[in-house]
């Protein structure tokens, strides 16, 4: 039953309750706090969010749960008094330079800082934190952040009432264990800590890019100086919840800063490598390729994409593999994980809606550990519960941070058992979408009779959890009309199958305003695969058979045999069927539970070239051409998130030595005698555009005023 309640006048509606705070800001009413952060329980200490609700008198907002028929006003004159009051008692030791939230809240209420300070409680032991406790006011964030969130206690209070101060374990941030994961900043309202390269940052010219640590390609603005990238945020405009991830936002840094990145070709002589020129590097690699070519024939080479890059690398990676080494051998890292191919029934593993939306059905269904590996998304869910717009149900491990904000958490063992098990108490409940099911998924009423006669107690002891959550789980799916199911798939077989099934059941396929997100938690590139980055498929979407056309746009021959994909080229590396390798993006040994595998097979391969930022394991000991291409922060092109949203890239400056992707690919084409030029990014993208009617309303100028997206899915279900 929907929850209707008056704040300032204004009425709002809920899907369920929540605290007077998330529905003031749910409704676009601010009530002013500190202490209050939706990622930590709520702590009431900051006493600045005090509202009067008709009836009950004054009341915490970050504490009060609203009710059905409650009016509140947010600030009345006696309120604003006391608010002032508590802001004085803060600025009485406050510096000069306020910041933050509290400089704002001292300018709103009339309230001076004092300008006091005391070098004593000054902090610059640690190489990227630096801390003022003069400005601490108190609210704990980062003793909170740190503990409920990250899971350690550097920061502790000390001494009790009046005198209480947050300090670091040892006394000293730089002698303490942190992390560095900066938590602490990103919840700290005052600037008391300060991230030294983000909040001293002076930067001269500014980019724009899109994260590539996960499938959503957040749009960020990046801030250089003279030596490089200073400086990442979010971009809030153009994707609200872009500027909440702690991943894009600092760990940039572990691309660009690092030693492992070289800052010049490399050429592997012995155990060891030697600097090279990039016209040598790029002869050295085509020559390996041709050899390996004229000993095994163009079957045993072949190209990997292994990380997210812009569009314009995935076409010239295809088209080194199609039209310079004569294969079909190319595909994307992604569509090696078990979730590509279980998805296939529905068109492969992109999104059918966008992760916008996501935050606007009625009900949320989350499957693994979204928060882990797709910050932001689970920033924007996590909102849509707390604030009361949306229902959510939680199906994960017990360590999942974003069950706290759940109605309903399954706490599963095993995923996939987990979900069929709501499945089962779905269709028993008789409220499963069977009819819209089978629209989007052709074995639906199947699905729906096995799960019948499996039943729901007995499908939730195999899978070993509660059978209440998983009746109760159903009954919060069945609740709403709109339903997204958010599912985190890494390389567990199985999970991927029963989300999209338990998608089909609840209507997320079917019906309008519904959505599935699965979202991949390694090699999360997928979108290369829909451009033509596959052993089968040409840009434009089309199929080998369509070949002609993509011949006659560029006057190049398109081998007929299907390739080998990702998971192929691996085994076959193996089995030494494999004479050269080319990987393009990320060290594809490094970061994924496929590294044992794809180590032991990259050895085999007589010849590796790899275009990599830095150098993990895979191109450090395996690879034999190492040419240094750009990071995100520096990179040039389009990106195409998972759900299609489009941002044009556009580094100011590159690090030294390196060279952005598509450049360093159409060099490799040149040397291998390739007839087309690509003088920039540009040139590869506008040839692309020609090939794939997709894009054929996506210029560069288009996508830098914002808001383009294109459906790259090969099914459309009804619910896009
Ligand atoms: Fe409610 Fe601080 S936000 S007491």
Redesign the pocket.
Known sequence: MPVRVIIDGKEVVLEKPTTI?NAARGAGIDIP????DERLQ????????MVDVKGKGLR????TTVQDGMEVVTETPEIAEHRRNILRMLAERHPADASGRVADLFKRYGVEPSGKESPRLIDDSHPLLYVDLNKCVG?FNCVRVCEEYVGRLIWRTMYRGEQTIVMPETGRIGTSSCISCRACVDVCPSGAILDKVMGFAKPSSWGETACSYCSLSCPLKVGFDGSGPVYVEGERDKLPFSAECLKGKYHWEDLVYVPERPEAPRLRSGASWSRASWDDAVKVAADGLRKAIAEGGPGSVGVIVSSRLPAEAYYLSQLLARAALGTNNVDAAASALPAAKELEPIGGPLPTTSVESVSGADVIVTVGQVEEYHPALASAIRRASLQGHSRLVVISSPDDKLSRSADVVVEARSLAPAVRAVEAALVESGKADVEGASTALKEARSLALSLRSLGTSRAAKEAGVEESAAREAAEAMASGRRVAVVAELDTTPGVAAESMNLAALSGALSREGSGFVPLLSYFDNYEAVELGVSPSRLPGGRGLSEAKEVEGLLGVKVPAEEGMGTAEMVEAARDGKVRALVIVGSDIASPSPMREAVLEALYRVPFVVALSPTAGVGVEYASHVHMPVASFVEEEGVYISADGRLTLARGTRVAKGALRSWEALSRLLAALGYGRAYPSARDAWEELRRLDPRLAEASYDRIASGGVRVNLRRARPRSW
């Not at 706090?33 to 209050?36: A, Q, V």
């Not at 915490?60 to 504490?63: D, E, H, K, M, R």
Request: proline share 6%; aromatic share 12%; with cysteine.
């Open positions: 705070l706090s500190l202490c209050y709520p702590y009431g200490s900051c006493r600045l969010c915490l907002a970050c504490l609210c």
